[in-house]
């Protein structure tokens, strides 16, 4: 009976990924490719601020978002800021359509096994991970609603902590 208990708890412990990464710890690499076929790795915009958004088509929350990540990143994408769109596990097609249909130029990349969702500790959607330009998580956000202000925010506050980290490293 112990056995079966320890099984099941191990087994649902696997189901769910990982922890999501605290602020203040390095973001966990990965590449995936986009919808045009062109691979994305976290580490070729390693001096950009990155907003990865972990979203799927079916998810209302993560659509309604869409547009305000969509204004900042038009706003910011020349000031080193990036938005890289993870779609997990949904059809290429569907997300090619809904794309298409909203009109969203940043990176929509596919995470056809959710292991880089996995990675991030990511269960339920949206989730919001802000990387800063070294690669390290400051903003780990589940749920809610990203709007044009918070994203400023968030983005701003990066920004601003930045001359004092690179500061400290000489």
Known sequence: MTALLVSTLVGSALAMGSRPP??????SGFS???LQGKAHTLEQYRGKIVLVNFWATWCKPCTSEMPAMQTVYDQLRDKDFVVLAVNELEDEAKVR?????YKHTFPVLLDRENRVANQYGVFG??????IDQQGVVQEYIKGGL???QKIQEIVSRIQQAAPIKAAALH
Not at 125 to 130: D, E, G, N, R, T
Request: negative net charge; glycine residues 4%.
């Open 32 to 34: 995936l490719t986009d």
């Open 22 to 27: 605290a602020a203040g710890m390095p973001a």
């Open 125 to 130: 959607l949206p989730v919001s991970v802000f």
């Open 97 to 101: 359509e809904h794309i298409q249909q």
């Open 146 to 148: 990203l709007t044009e």
